[in-house]
Nanobody, 118 residues
Framework: QVQLVESGGGLVQAGGSLRLSCAASGSPFFIGKINSMGWYRQAPGKQRELVARITSSGIINYADSVKGRCTISRDNAKNAVYLQMDSLKPEDTAVYYC?????????WGQGTQVTVSS
């Protein structure tokens, strides 16, 4: 139906920046049903949590822990979503997952590792 492919993770020092990208591909029918795209993260031993989400109309939600440090954006023409992360902290270390939520289904990417060293 829909595949999400993430890129942009890696190892960065505290205070640094990373930009994550996620592109959706697959059935145009199901891609057209996507309402919102976002990023979640899961650290070892913790539950997966929302980082940021953006709807097709541009409504944005951020987790309190990343407000002021992360910026989510979306390119509807490319079916892509981006997460600019600045002033990274060691506690931001996690696997980051792209998510797409549509009227028919929910899709997840395979995850990309972000590691912030102190």
């Amino acid at each position: 139906q829909v595949q999400l492919v993430e890129s942009g993770g890696g190892l960065v020092q505290a205070g640094g920046s990373l930009r994550l990208s996620c592109a959706a591909s697959g059935s145009p029918f199901f891609i057209g049903k996507i309402n919102s795209m976002g990023w979640y993260r899961q650290a070892p031993g913790k539950q997966r949590e929302l980082v940021a989400r953006i709807t097709s109309s541009g409504i944005i939600n951020y987790a309190d822990s990343v407000k002021g440090r992360c910026t989510i954006s979306r390119d509807n023409a490319k079916n892509a979503v981006y997460l600019q992360m600045d002033s990274l902290k060691p506690e931001d270390t996690a696997v980051y997952y792209c998510n797409a939520l549509g009227s028919l289904s929910c899709y997840w990417g395979q995850g990309t590792q972000v590691t912030v060293s102190s």
